[in-house]
Structures are given as C-alpha cells and as structure tokens.
C-alpha cells in the first residue's frame, strides 16, 4: 500500500517544510501526498512532487484533511505549526491533532520528529513494508 503523507505549515514555518520535503524527497515522490493550499504549491514547485492540495488552513484544509484522516485516507501527518503566532484557526488545528490521536495516526509538529517519522518511513519503504 502506498503512504498517505499530509504536509501542513503554518506561515513561518514554510520555508521550514518546502526545505524538510527537499531532503526527504526521494520518498515522497513514493507516497500520496496531501497538503493544505499555500503548502503543498510551495513543495510542488520546489522539488516536481505530486501534492493534492487542498483549501489553505484558515478556510477550511486543515478540516478537509482531519476528515480524510478520519476514514483511513491519511497515514502519516507533518505539521509544523508556529507555537509563537496566534492562528485564527486554532480550533481546527486542534481538532486535526485530536483526531490523529483518536485514530492512532502519527503527527509531527516540528522538524526533529519529522525527520524521525520519515527515516522510519524510508526503512519500512527500503524493507518492502507498507507505511
């Protein structure tokens, strides 16, 4: 089965997960990969991955990937939220990692645990496992 990647990034930490896509390519170019408007134009761009992208954060993409996430459509979530600026979306940000939590589905919400949900998704990829 091929992973379902969501990629999110609130505004500063764009350029933070445009570069985190650049490193990690080479496996999502394996994966599905969803992100919220802004985001996943950004990765597209920079790096020729395929990202469905859905509505920016603030109108709604965090609730449209939390209810694909809900169903199984979503294996893995990279987040990286900006715990210094207030969101205007709060709501929906925490809605989205409750429901990861519900639905046991892992979610980094900064650099250092992206990385370590992604090396063990290239190991499982590089072993032939399913994500």
């Not at 650049?22 to 134009?41: K, Q, S």
């Not at 199984?72 to 715990?83: A, E, T, Y």
């Not at 929906?92 to 992206?114: E, G, S, W, Y």
Request: proline residues 5%; contains cysteine; aromatic residues 2%.
């Amino acid at each position: 089965m091929t992973p379902r990647v969501a990629l999110i990034a609130h505004d500063h930490k764009k350029d933070d997960i445009v570069a985190l896509a650049g490193e990690y390519a080479e496996v999502l170019r394996r994966c599905e990969l969803v992100a919220t408007g802004t985001t996943g134009g950004r990765i597209a761009d920079a790096h020729g991955l395929s990202v469905e992208r859905m509505l920016s954060g603030p109108h709604g993409g965090d609730l449209q990937i939390g209810a694909r996430l809900a169903v199984g459509g979503v294996d893995i979530v990279i987040f990286l939220r900006d715990p210094m600026t207030p969101q205007p979306h709060e709501p929906d940000i925490n809605a989205l990692v409750r429901a990861c939590d519900v639905h046991n589905v892992p979610c980094a919400t900064n650099i250092a645990t992206a990385r370590l949900i992604l090396d063990a998704l290239v190991r499982r990829l590089d072993e032939g496992k399913s994500a």
